[in-house]
């Protein structure tokens, strides 16, 4: 990455998505993270206090908590029900990939807060159709799970007359498409699935990809990636929003708040040095090593300089510190092996269809290929049955 211009505070590159640097070569995510200080979040609070106040108690549950169990979802759920003690109904939509130690944290937390929990799981046939069409497509293979959890649960919402749906994060902690700066309360609406979540391809787009006279497709099997209707939402006045709109979203904080209080717990990553396990990124998916090395393929970076980013923007790491883990970037992941068994494809032809989106300037030099080790559940992951295991 060492040729690639960077941000002179927090080291991200210029192929990261939306980045913009100013004249000292500090990028918008770095600004926009500053400006975060400013903000009043005391007045933040009381605005999610009158949210609050205008649901409870009003319908069968006070709020949908989309859930997945890692350490994002799990904070707002304990916040919810700790702070404001509210009845949720906890919905999660099953991507496929789940690990051993989300199902062992989501057991635990729903016990210990006492929430009523539905999980979904879609087909898995079509699922492995969709992954093969936007990683085709899009270089990306999470599709289903991208217009899944933000589709699924505000359907849910307009089925069960629950009109107030509360996420986690905002985007404006990782990304341009919003921003502190422009003191934005972030919405979870169509125009942000459209414009981030769902690659540029609706549902009924897809199901035009897939649906195939040799290989047809149940029209109904699209309705859980599909966005409740403008009409739908407004029948029961769905309101979607960002607790970390409201206040100051910090990932460290709150994963060791939910340790100890929760005894939730971590996980290794692949790819990830083992000094940085416990910042916990993206536990709760057991291809979040491929989608790592797609995006370092294409761009010359991957999550572990985001997560470096986040700890030198937050006053916990050094730019000088960071610099030891590039090296470490790239590396081949154990989890691509089976990726590769779901989608059909040799790795030759992966690389061909991950070299067609490559972000100039980057390039990569699949000749110089390393490999990281698998993680200790690596065994336990689905395979094909007419795989070896």
């Given amino acids: ?50 949210v609050i106040a205008k649901y409870r108690g009003k319908y069968d549950y006070d709020c949908i908590v989309p859930f997945s169990g890692g350490k994002d979802s799990t904070f707002q759920l304990y916040y919810l029900c700790k702070e404001y003690n509210l009845k ?24 210990k807060l006492g929430a009523d929990f539905l999980e979904f799981t879609p087909n898995w046939h079509i699922v492995k159709r969709l992954m093969m069409e936007s990683f085709r497509r899009k270089t990306d293979f999470c599709w289903h799970c991208h217009c899944g959890i933000y589709s699924y649960p505000l359907r849910l919402a307009v089925k069960l007359n629950v009109p107030l749906v509360i996420w986690g994060e905002p985007i404006s902690e990782i990304t341009a498409y919003f921003d502190y700066e422009k003191d934005e309360i972030e919405y979870e609406d169509e125009e942000k699935f459209n414009m981030f979540r769902n690659l540029g391809i609706s549902a009924d787009d897809m199901y035009g990809m897939i649906n195939t006279p040799e290989h047809p497709v149940d029209r109904r099997d699209l309705l859980p990636y599909t966005y409740p209707t403008p009409k739908e939402l407004r029948s029961v006045g769905v309101l979607s929003i960002c607790l970390g709109s409201f206040i100051p979203w910090d990932y460290t904080a709150n994963t060791a708040l939910i340790k100890k209080e929760l005894a939730w717990e971590s996980e290794e990553l692949e790819g990830v040095p083992e000094a940085l396990h416990q910042s916990a990124e993206k536990i709760e998916c057991f291809m979040q090593g491929t989608r790592d090395y797609i995006k370092y393929c294409k761009r010359g970076y991957s999550r572990l300089s985001q997560m470096m980013a986040f700890h030198i923007r937050n006053g916990r790491m050094t730019l000088e510190e960071a610099q030891k883990y590039f090296p470490l970037e790239g590396c081949r992941p154990p989890s691509m092996e089976i990726l590769l068994e779901y989608l059909g494809l040799t790795e030759e032809e992966f690389n061909e269809i991950v070299q067609r989106t490559e972000v100039s300037p980057y390039h990569h030099d699949y000749s110089k290929q390393r490999s990281s080790n698998k993680t200790w559940d690596y065994d336990q992951w689905y395979r094909e049955d007419n795989h070896t295991k």
């Fill in 1 to 50: 990455m060492s040729f690639l211009k960077q941000c002179s505070k927090c080291g991200l590159p210029e192929t990261y998505e939306t980045i913009e640097f100013d004249e000292n070569g500090v990028c918008n995510i770095c600004r926009s993270a500053h400006y975060k200080k400013t903000i009043d979040w005391t007045t933040r609070k009381t605005k999610f206090d009158a």
């Fill in 88 to 111: 949720p109904l906890v919905i999660r939509f099953n991507h496929g990939f789940l690990r051993p130690v989300i199902h062992k944290n989501t057991e635990r937390t729903l016990k």
